[in-house]
């Protein structure tokens, strides 16, 4: 279980989701994105539900030295952490032929060099054993029309985690993924699935016939921080209810 946990992405939906499944059990976080206010607002949310400690910062992924310096400041107030998380993400729905090479550059910044900014700038102040967690998505490697920014940065962001997973264990840090499938109450979701009828249609098509809910992930999230996980690195864990195996709406009993 997570003592210290520095979340990227962490004031709303998936993240911050992580945060009060972590306060929640004892541990401290700090949860912090481009916005200060929401972070602060975040902070405050998690504290008056969970009664644990949280800090709320503002960084934006996309600059290195504003995580360092974030993450040093956090350090001193909170202590160490034993667990981060990269979860800051972009995204928006556009066939390639819509989309500028501005606004594939953003998608890929924020989600991919974000993710590779929070991981290295947390290496030099993780404490060892440590844990790294990426929140991945389906894209990485399931290509979906009106996706192409966000399966490039995805399935970029997959390879990140494998190629640090094998040069950073033998510094004790375990780095690992969670490919979340629909989750209720995301902004994806409420993209991808913008009526009754395409989330009930969604549901229906994955194996345990339900969305997900923020609770899942986090319960995944505190799995792969815990010691019960401790030999388990470089691996992508969908949490999807089996959405990746494909179509299972029909009758099979």
Same mark, same amino acid.
């Given at each position: 279980?997570?003592?210290?946990?520095?979340?990227?992405? $962490?004031?709303?939906?998936?993240?911050?989701?992580?945060?009060?499944?972590?306060?929640?059990?004892?541990?401290?976080?700090?949860?912090?994105?481009?916005?200060?206010?929401?972070?602060?607002?975040?902070?405050?949310? *998690?504290?008056?539900?969970?009664?644990?400690?949280?800090?709320?910062?503002?960084?934006?992924?996309?600059?290195?030295?504003?995580?360092?310096?974030?993450?040093?400041?956090?350090?001193?107030?909170?202590?160490?952490?034993?667990?981060?998380?990269?979860?800051?993400?972009?995204?928006?729905?556009?066939?390639?032929?819509?989309?500028?090479?501005?606004?594939?550059?953003?998608?890929?910044? *924020?989600?991919?060099?974000?993710?590779?900014?929070?991981?290295?700038?947390?290496?030099?102040?993780?404490?060892?054993?440590?844990?790294?967690?990426?929140?991945?998505?389906?894209?990485?490697?399931?290509?979906?029309?009106?996706?192409?920014?966000?399966?490039?940065?995805?399935? $970029?962001?997959?390879?990140?985690?494998?190629?640090?997973?094998?040069?950073?264990?033998?510094?004790?840090?375990?780095?690992?993924?969670?490919?979340?499938?629909?989750?209720?109450?995301?902004?994806?979701?409420?993209?991808?699935?913008?009526?009754?009828?395409?989330?009930?249609?969604?549901?229906?098509?994955?194996?345990?016939?339900?969305?997900?809910?923020?609770?899942?992930? /986090?319960? /995944?999230?505190?799995?792969?921080?815990?010691?019960?996980?401790?030999?388990?690195?470089?691996? *992508?864990?969908?949490?999807?209810?089996?959405?990746?195996?494909?179509?299972?709406?029909?009758?099979?009993?």
């Amino acid at each position: 279980m997570s003592k210290i946990a520095f979340i990227s992405g $962490g004031t709303s939906g998936i993240n911050l989701g992580i945060a009060k499944g972590i306060t929640k059990r004892g541990g401290k976080v700090l949860v912090f994105g481009r916005d200060g206010e929401k972070a602060a607002a975040a902070a405050a949310e *998690i504290m008056a539900e969970t009664g644990g400690e949280a800090v709320g910062g503002s960084a934006d992924v996309r600059d290195a030295a504003a995580v360092a310096a974030l993450f040093a400041d956090a350090a001193q107030r909170l202590g160490a952490p034993d667990l981060i998380i990269a979860g800051a993400a972009g995204n928006f729905m556009a066939p390639a032929s819509r989309i500028s090479p501005n606004g594939f550059k953003t998608v890929v910044d *924020i989600d991919l060099l974000g993710t590779y900014n929070v991981f290295r700038s947390g290496f030099d102040i993780i404490s060892r054993p440590g844990s790294m967690i990426a929140i991945t998505a389906p894209q990485a490697v399931q290509a979906l029309p009106e996706q192409v920014h966000v399966c490039a940065a995805k399935a $970029g962001v997959n390879m990140v985690v494998k190629v640090l997973a094998m040069e950073w264990g033998q510094a004790g840090i375990r780095v690992n993924a969670i490919s979340p499938g629909p989750i209720l109450g995301t902004e994806g979701v409420d993209r991808m699935a913008p009526t009754d009828e395409d989330k009930r249609i969604w549901a229906n098509q994955t194996a345990l016939r339900r969305f997900g809910t923020v609770e899942d992930i /986090a319960n /995944a999230a505190l799995f792969l921080a815990s010691p019960e996980s401790a030999y388990i690195t470089g691996t *992508i864990l969908d949490c999807d209810g089996g959405m990746k195996l494909g179509d299972a709406s029909g009758t099979y009993l």
